[in-house]
């Protein structure tokens, strides 16, 4: 059963009936890989926030 009524549509009329959700799964997609990607950083920079806070010996800060 077709989604509409009438001729079938030309590779135009689908391109744009489906670019939208397309670009939109894409760019649910990069904002889920970037916030992933930055999960590492933000547990060095919190240990490096108790480090200071604590105000441990210069041997807790591990610079890499």
Not at 3 to 17: K, N
């Amino acid at each position: 059963m077709p989604e509409h009524p009438g001729p079938p549509l030309t590779a135009r009329e689908m391109v744009r009936a489906h670019a939208y959700p397309v670009l939109a799964a894409v760019g649910t997609t990069a904002l889920v890989v970037i916030a992933i990607c930055l999960i590492p950083i933000a547990r060095h920079a919190q240990h490096m926030n108790q480090c200071v806070s604590r105000q441990l010996p210069t041997w807790c800060i591990d610079v890499r």
